[in-house]
């Protein structure tokens, strides 16, 4: 198959290395200096260091030659940052089928990706693939599941054909808006879980510890789910592995930028040097306020991506955000 993987990060790197073990890929990135420099080097320093590259992954600058041969017969994989889906899927052969890996709403219209593409490319077929997955794994081949999410048959086997072998197992869901609405939600997660885990760390007394982090995770599936179900996806997907499998990823694996971002935050450094010294983009940074957004539109309360907006915007610390969550009254567990 032919396959265009645009955006030389960390995610869109490993996933090409793996893809092209057996297929022929194209790796596009915007700056012409490091794609020429992962090209010579067949690493890519910037994003995934330590990472020797497959002799047969092909790197270019050149956008429309790359996606051509794509659109044609086989896939585009948008791997950029969410901020830039639009802006590649606006520029992708209308022929394509084409698939993203980014994990958030969109900063201003507040759109989930499925959304964005309905808008612009209401006939194309379009996907996401998504999953408890860190790049870093994947680009060595560590065993790891994805989800390919469609509306389109047709596209969620060829996501299939495109990355499932020795190394990545790729499951199916015809529930894209509960697989993307997982991938968004977790990000915000795993910044509250990196806050309560730095305070314990930095021995804060009464700092929440494994319980509260315990709490969290299913606290936080719960109102994720919530979200979720109001958009319009279905409930079990949150037990699957865009939901429950890449929050528990998460919120709990040392190698989340997310989570990085609520460690470091709880150590009191400011949410810019965070964000400068980390190097690599944290969807929930940039998430948050629009997954309250639009959870207060339909009436769905998300008590944790509050707490963790009124973090990010320096209204609560990160002790208070926590106190705060403490104080909510008793509840049942299940609603409905
Ligand atoms: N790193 C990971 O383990 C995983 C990341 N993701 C998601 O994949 C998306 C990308 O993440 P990473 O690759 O880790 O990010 P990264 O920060 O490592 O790299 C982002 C890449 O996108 C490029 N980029 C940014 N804006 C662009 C634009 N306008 N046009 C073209 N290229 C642009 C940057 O130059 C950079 O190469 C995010 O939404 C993330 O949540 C999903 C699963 C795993
Ligand atoms: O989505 C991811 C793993 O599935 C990566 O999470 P972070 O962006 O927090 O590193």
């Known amino acids: 198959m032919n396959i265009a993987v645009l955006g030389a990060g960390a995610w869109g790197t490993a996933l090409a290395a793996q893809a092209a073990l057996r297929h022929d890929v194209c790796l596009w990135g915007r700056d012409a200096a490091q794609i020429a420099r992962m090209a010579a080097t067949r690493r890519n320093d910037r994003y995934l260091p330590g990472v020797e590259l497959p002799d047969a992954l092909r790197f270019t600058a050149d956008f429309e030659p790359c996606t051509a041969s794509a659109a044609a017969s086989g896939l585009v994989i948008v791997a950029t940052p969410m901020a ?46 998504s999953g408890p997955s860190f790049a870093e794994e994947v680009a060595i081949g560590q065993p790891t599941a994805l989800v390919a999410a469609s509306f389109d048959a047709d596209l969620r086997d060829a996501m299939v054909q ?110 810019a040097q965070i964000l400068a010294e980390l190097g690599h983009v944290a969807e929930g940074v940039y998430s948050a306020t629009t997954v309250c957004r639009r959870a207060d539109a339909l009436g769905v309360e998300m008590p944790i991506s509050k707490a963790v907006v009124a973090v990010l915007e320096g209204r609560l610390a990160p002790h208070e955000a926590v106190a705060h969550l403490m104080a909510r009254n008793a509840r049942p567990e299940q609603e409905g």
Not at 111 to 123: D, F, I
Not at 213 to 231: C, D, K, N, Y
Request: glycine share 16%.
């Open 84 to 129: 830039s889906l639009r802006d590649m899927l606006a520029r992708v052969p209308a022929r394509a089928r084409v698939a993203w890996l980014c994990k958030g709403f969109e900063s201003g219209t507040g759109l989930l990706g499925h959304e964005v593409a309905q808008a612009l490319r209401p006939q194309g077929a379009a996907g996401v693939l």
């Open 162 to 271: 495109a990355f499932h072998g020795d190394a990545l197992r790729v499951y199916t869901s015809s529930d894209p808006v509960g697989v993307e609405v997982g991938g968004a939600v977790k990000n915000v997660l795993a910044i509250a879980t990196g806050l309560c885990d730095g305070l314990a760390a930095a021995g804060v007394p009464g700092a929440p510890g494994l319980n509260a982090r315990a709490a969290l995770v299913t606290r936080g599936l719960a109102e994720m789910t919530r979200l979720g179900v109001a958009l319009g996806a279905r409930a079990d997907t949150f037990m699957g592995l865009s939901g429950l499998g890449d929050l528990v990823l998460t919120a709990t694996g040392h190698l989340s930028r997310n989570r990085k971002v609520g460690l470091r935050l709880a150590q009191g450094v400011p949410l």
